[in-house]
């Protein structure tokens, strides 16, 4: 998505403001200088005529020749025609000077609109930039700033050095805080399989082979030995599988047919009856395996949950909005004591079932936000649990994310 050009008001109001401040002075100056050359050009020579008349009478009656009169009458046709037009012209010539002045003054308010507003622009570009993630953007400054648009742009360049110190001081937290939340999960998990073969290797090295009663013993011990073994073959198989989740690959998918079809691949082991309510027809942009996955793991979960006799795991598909589609998946069993969303579904990793690994939220979690969904469990009305799985349409362009 391409960063959207700030609207041209600043310009159109700019180039407004130059007009009028320019342009009033000059029609101003104009029309007084109009009206004075007009009064300059409006003096009549009729008088002048009237005195070389008498002179032209007084010279005839003494007999004197008049060559230097008649020279004098056509030096001053010629002027009375000149200053005629200059009378027509000067509207013309101050029209003229306006229009070119007008021109000018667009030009430079144009010019100086585009100087002003191209760092605005810049900006733009970067702030789109920096909410793509992408901050190893800077923008052209100049240092020292010749004025405060460059100032900003600086400003602006120093801001996004803090911002990427700040993630990285914030990526190794977070680092840390995994690994310790995965170090607290995994003594959580090995705790109770690695007491329990402590226990046994503690009765094998009792134990006398030769006796039938210490015999069976140590045929109980190798026996838990081995489930044990196995058990810790299951948590390194699935803490492998999490690691090597495979990339989403879109596709338009149908949402009913992949739950109808999920619902009937745990109902031959639930406890309880599993049911797709009756709604609507959705298709989405998706990921089929992903969602198989997610769906699959919280469908089991709340399979599990239940006992026998409790109500049904229900599964409803509705409209969340016009972009976006909700997915529900409730049972009847003990329920959670809060809500849990965002981050506090990956934290812990632990499990109550006895072959659980705990990372069935987290799957489940990371497949929702590579889809730029929400995945949220919450107490439901009368008991239970309730996950809600909003995701939407066409999903946003989101970088995988890797464990």
Not at 60 to 87: H, K
Not at 277 to 288: I, N, Y
Not at 306 to 326: K, L, N, T, Y
Request: aromatic share 4%; hydrophobic share 45%.
């Amino acid at each position: 998505m391409s960063p959207t050009p700030p609207p041209p008001r600043f310009r159109r109001r700019l180039l407004a403001v130059m007009l009028v401040a320019g342009l009033l002075p000059l029609l101003l100056l104009g029309a007084l200088a109009q009206d004075a050359l007009e009064r300059v050009l409006s003096v009549s020579v009729a008088p002048v005529e009237a005195v070389l008349d008498t002179v032209s009478t007084d010279l005839e009656q003494r007999g004197l020749p008049r060559d230097s009169l008649d020279e004098a009458r056509l030096n001053l046709a010629q002027a009375e025609l000149a200053r005629r037009a200059l009378a027509r012209r000067v509207p013309a010539f101050v029209a003229i000077l306006v229009l070119v002045s007008a021109g000018v003054l667009v030009l430079a308010a144009v010019l100086l609109g585009r100087s002003l507003t191209r760092p605005i622009v810049t900006l733009t570009e970067g702030m789109w930039a920096y909410a793509r993630g992408d901050l190893s953007v800077r923008l052209p400054a100049v240092e020292p700033p010749r004025d405060e648009l460059q100032f900003l742009l600086g400003q602006f360049n120093r801001m996004g050095q803090e911002l990427v110190a700040q993630r990285e001081r914030l990526k190794a937290t977070e680092q840390i805080a995994a690994w310790q939340d995965v170090a607290r999960a995994l003594a959580h998990e090995l705790k109770n399989p690695l007491t329990a073969m402590k226990l046994s290797l503690a009765r094998l090295s009792r134990a006398d082979t030769g006796a039938p009663t210490d015999a069976t013993r140590v045929a109980e011990s190798v026996a838990l030995l081995q489930e044990e073994v196995e058990l810790l073959m299951r948590m390194t198989q699935s803490f492998s599988t999490f690691a090597r989740l495979p990339a989403a690959r879109f596709q338009d998918v149908a949402l009913r047919p992949l739950l109808t079809e999920v619902c009937a691949l745990y109902a031959g082991t639930s406890p309880v009856p599993i049911e797709l309510l009756p709604g609507p027809e959705t298709s989405l942009r998706a990921d089929p395996d992903g969602l198989r996955r997610l769906f699959g793991n919280l469908v089991k979960n709340a399979a599990e949950a239940s006992s026998p006799g409790a109500a049904p795991v229900r599964v409803q598909v509705e409209p969340a909005d016009e972009r976006a589609v909700r997915v529900t998946v409730k049972d009847g069993g003990a329920g959670i004591p809060a809500v849990l969303e965002g981050a506090a579904l990956t934290r812990g990793l632990f499990s109550t079932k006895p072959e659980g690994s705990g990372l069935g939220l987290p799957i489940a979690q990371k497949i929702t936000h590579e889809h730029g969904g929400t995945l949220r469990l919450e107490p439901a009305p009368g008991g239970g649990t309730l996950a809600r799985v909003e995701l939407p349409l066409t999903p946003p362009s989101l970088p995988v994310s890797t464990p």
